[in-house]
């Protein structure tokens, strides 16, 4: 079936209804949620309202006005600060986000300079209490931030940047540089290289371009928000910062062209419509975004209100989507044939999640702390398909499952027992970070479901799962809205560009303190679920 309109004001934001065949073929549902507390937004319905959880107000809710403020008054306070720390009579702070959580503590991030160089791998948040007095401090790295020279030994290529390096065990004097190019599946590539100003040693590398995979197609009724303009109706979406949705028409460079419409009538369900890419692209981050504000208490990826924007029809048979940190911004393939677009809504959360995690603990794209960035997308995914409450699609813990891209109907990933795809980790090791971050996102995986479910054998919303521990433990979940509360609060306040899995155990125990106390149940779940996939 086709959308049908209800009243608006010209050029205002509006809401409208696609009403999709109840087939494979059909389209996605997310119920809309909001920050703070269960209040609509602008084109909720009782449906989507009635289906929204309780949040826990202890992750703190900052607008994007008093963030700015926040992170203002951080800056100018920044010396002070640094003084405090201890910090060397080179180093400078810049402060990047401020969160103030509900019982007034504030957590405050920074990046570091020296001489007027970036330090890569200098990243730190300190914590106040509510009256001012510094509490703690997180650092991406112990070392003292110093070297012996700022002027480099060796040239290097006229783009490449002067930069600290501080990942490695001693900083040192580096240049950086970025490699533009294709990957093999026809993803766009940025490839970041460290390399020592002094001896031309390659120190570090990783890709900046942040894939995933999802569904395709969807079933039931969805709602967008479009703005009407004077040739039609565009895919702006005014009630969540601006967000619009552009079609690439196969190009895989630029921005395309901003999708309209003459009479505010989108898409068909199918993938032979080329609206229905756009209007599930569209309508997936316009979900996450009420998912983020109503569970998260954060306006927006950046947490400054302004949104990201969508690119649909991305490329020739390209089956993958990406975040890309260069322009702000998703991108979506058709998949095989060009007929089943890669647009479904935990693709659209996972790749916002990517943003949302390059604006907050900005883990590095390699090694351990790749695959808790890749983790942190399949974990808020995962928890935005649950927030749907959609029946046609309902949430799992299988990633891509409606994909079928090992042709026999198997998901991508799973969550329960993450090794079951052939490739991921259940449990850590020593060897943990060598995998690819797709795969070493496991382990994290595999703590999010069982904090959330529990160890063994259960039926979940009609999908079976049995999901072992490493030492035979038998575990008690907490429930999913917990489970991501102190996921999230770790990711923004306490863990860095560095964090690894033993990092990202004390990260969750720190938040998991701040949200239920130091003696709770819940701190003491999230202890022995790390305990229960290796991770001590």
């Known amino acids: 079936m086709n959308l049908h309109t209800t009243p608006h004001n010209s050029r205002a934001p509006r809401t409208t209804r696609r009403l999709a065949a109840l087939a494979a073929t059909a389209a996605m549902v997310v119920a809309g949620v909001q920050a703070g507390s269960a209040v609509a937004t602008p084109g909720d319905d009782a449906r989507t309202t009635a289906a929204k959880p309780t949040t826990a107000t202890a992750l703190g809710v900052n607008a994007s006005a008093q963030r700015a403020t926040a992170i203002r008054a951080a800056q100018a306070d920044a010396s002070s600060t640094a003084k405090a720390l201890k910090l060397g009579g080179q180093e400078k702070l810049i402060a990047r986000d401020v969160i103030k959580d509900a019982k007034g503590a504030v957590h405050t991030r920074y990046e570091r300079t020296y001489d007027g160089l970036p330090v890569l791998g200098g990243d730190l948040i300190t914590h106040t ?71 031309g040693k390659k120190l570090h590398s990783y890709e900046a371009i942040e894939t995933g995979t999802g569904n395709s197609q969807y079933s039931g009724e969805v709602e967008i928000t479009t703005t009407k303009s004077d040739a039609g109706f565009e895919l702006t979406d005014g009630e969540r910062g601006g967000h619009k949705t552009y079609d690439l028409n196969q190009g895989s460079s630029g921005t395309g062209e901003l999708v309209t419409d003459d009479d505010d009538t989108w898409g068909d369900g199918t993938g032979a419509d080329r609206q229905t890419a756009a209007v599930d692209a569209h309508y997936g981050a316009a979900k996450t975004w009420d998912f983020y504000k109503t569970a998260l208490g ?164 009609g999908v079976e799962y049995d999901s072992p521990t490493s030492d035979g433990s038998t575990l008690t979940g907490i429930g999913r809205e917990k489970a991501y509360q102190v996921w999230y609060k770790a990711l923004s306040v306490y863990m860095t560009s560095t964090t690894d899995y033993a990092g990202a155990r004390v990260a969750t125990e720190k938040a998991a303190t701040d949200l239920f106390g130091a003696d709770s149940e819940e701190l003491k779940a999230v202890s022995a679920t790390w305990t229960g996939v290796n991770v001590k």
């Open 129 to 199: 209490t509510a009256a001012g007095k510094l509490r703690s401090v997180d650092k991406a790295t112990d070392a003292k931030i110093a070297v012996a020279s700022t002027t480099p030994k060796l040239k290097a290529a006229a783009s490449a940047r002067k930069v600290i390096y501080a990942g490695g065990e001693n900083p040192v004097l580096a240049w950086e540089t970025v490699k533009k190019g294709v990957q093999k599946d026809g993803t766009p590539s940025r490839v970041h290289t460290i390399t020592d100003a002094t001896t």
């Open 298 to 461: 954060r306006d927006g990826i950046a947490g400054d209100g302004k949104a990201a924007y969508s690119r649909v029809h991305y490329g020739e048979n390209y089956v993958n989507a990406f975040w890309d940190d260069s322009c702000f911004c998703m991108t979506y393939g058709d998949g095989e044939g060009n007929k089943s677009a890669l647009t479904s809504i935990d693709v659209a959360a996972h790749e916002m999640t990517h943003g949302l995690t390059s604006a907050t603990a900005n883990l590095d794209y390699a090694g351990e702390s790749g695959g808790l960035n890749e983790a942190t997308s399949d974990i808020l995914g995962a928890s935005v398909e649950f927030f749907a409450g959609n029946t046609s699609d309902a949430g799992d813990y299988l990633i891509g499952e409606k994909i079928d891209i090992n042709g026999d109907g198997t998901p991508l990933r799973y969550m329960d027992k993450p090794s079951k795809d052939g490739n991921s980790a259940d449990f850590w090791d020593e060897n943990l970070g060598n995998l690819d971050v797709h795969h070493s996102s496991g382990v994290a995986n595999h703590f999010f479901y069982l904090l959330a479910e529990g160890s063994g054998k259960k039926t979940i919303d």
